[in-house]
């Protein structure tokens, strides 16, 4: 006669032990559970983790370990003809077409590259986010002005315009606007910008919309709270995770645009090494049916960081989605 009780007793309890487990799930606690379990999301992060370090550190422990500053030339790098000669035990990338030491100028060229992606996709981040934000919660003629004025910068030709303006600023030593952009990274990071906030504030606009409806931002509201109050406590909070989905995915984008500036001729200064600039060079000098490493290496390099920067943020992307079953 006790049994049943006992057993239903028994199973209510695990029922009820099982559901407090779940509960104790955070949002945050489930985010880190999904992405442990994307390994290329994780071998991403690890990959630019390192390039980062590259970035940082690279340039001047290549040009410790080498004994190659990254502006020396050398003629035993050169054959008869000035063809650049292949990489060797003392160069490790070969000679580039002015016989300096390839692999210096690939660990220098990433943090180039990288500053001007990671710099450029900063800034379009902040004015997408600010544009999305005032466009999509306020609305009305607010809205339509700000996203007309975005759907114009996603409409024009962005890399025949980026040209035009980087070649005009680069053509006088005084920059453009009186002096206010000069000719070199200033400008290709303001290029970048200019044509990359729109879509971050397309993204922000379609989620205000969203979230602006929302319970919570209604109860805000109704308790008196203001609207900077609202935007910053309320809303933004829950923007966090997809602008960190398609900041990921912004970089590499802002770090193939200045690599295809430079390898027009109209990216970063000579005097600046960065792997769309190299490329540039074996475009120029015509030597990439003789000398394959001066392709190779650079474009290496930049196809590793896109595709790391790519699956980072797909795994991201999983991971942040509640609805995702692994």
Known sequence: MTNPPDFEVTAG???????????????????????RQDKAALGSAVAIV?????????GPLSQWVTGHPQSQTYDSMTDAYGVPLGPNSHFWF????????????TMYG????????VVASGFAMLIGLVVGLTAGFFGGIVDTVLSRLGDILLAVPQILIAVGIVAAC??????CLHGLLQPGLTVVIVVITLFSWSYIARIVRGYTLSLREKEFVESARAA???????????ILPNLMGPLIVYSTLLIPTNILFEAALSYLGLGVPVTEASWGSLLSQVS??????VAWWLMLFPGMFLIITTLAFNLLGDGLRDAFDVRSER
Do not use: C, M
């Open 94 to 105: 070969g000679a580039d077409s002015s016989g300096r030491d390839l692999f210096v100028l």
């Open 13 to 35: 309890g695990a029922i009820a032990l099982q559901s407090i487990a779940v509960a104790r799930k955070t949002p945050r606690r489930l985010f880190w559970e999904r992405l």
């Open 170 to 175: 680069g053509v006088s030593k005084s920059g």
């Open 224 to 234: 008196g709270a203001s609207n900077f109050r609202i935007l910053w406590q309320e």
């Open 50 to 58: 390192l390039l980062v370090l590259i970035a940082i550190a690279g």
């Open 284 to 289: 120029s000098s015509g030597l990439y049916n």
């Open 110 to 117: 990433a943090r180039t590259s990288l500053f001007v992606g």
